[in-house]
């Protein structure tokens, strides 16, 4: 079985940091893309920023020289480092990841597409 785990999200004033971290739990040999998503009440998720294991990133332009995607291929592991936070950038923030994973029984590895239970960051104006 394999999850992601979040954590970092909390409650911070308009112009402070958070950081968020993400890890890939379980049999996996690979990891291909690793992003962050949110999704803001009302409103469709959308992409935040993502990683590919090359490590060429993508932005959001809204998030563009705010935020920064790292990721610590060895621990299976991205990060979301965010500054000058805004109100409008509360949201509920979820990880995704494209990987392959091992599987029992002797079959063949497979590709999945993974998301965390989402983390809650609130911007106060």
């Known amino acids: 079985q394999v999850q992601l785990s979040e954590s970092g999200g909390g409650l911070v004033q308009a112009g402070g940091s958070l950081r968020l971290s993400c890890s890939a739990l379980?049999?996996?040999?690979?990891?291909?893309?690793m992003g962050w998503y949110r999704q803001a009440p009302g409103k469709q998720r959308e992409l935040v920023a993502l990683?590919?294991?090359?490590?060429?990133?993508n932005y959001a332009d809204s998030v563009k020289g705010r935020f920064t995607i790292s990721r610590d291929n060895a621990k299976n592991a991205a990060y979301l480092q965010m500054n000058s936070l805004q109100p409008e950038d509360t949201a509920v923030y979820y990880c995704?990841?494209?990987?392959?994973?091992?599987?029992?029984?002797?079959?063949?590895?497979?590709?999945?597409?993974?998301w965390g239970q989402g983390t809650l960051v609130t911007v106060s104006s």
């Open positions: 995704n990841a494209n990987l392959i994973y091992k599987r029992d029984y002797g079959l063949v590895p497979a590709h999945l597409e993974v």
């Open positions: 379980g049999s996996i040999l690979s990891i291909h893309v």
């Open positions: 990683t590919t294991s090359g490590g060429s990133t």
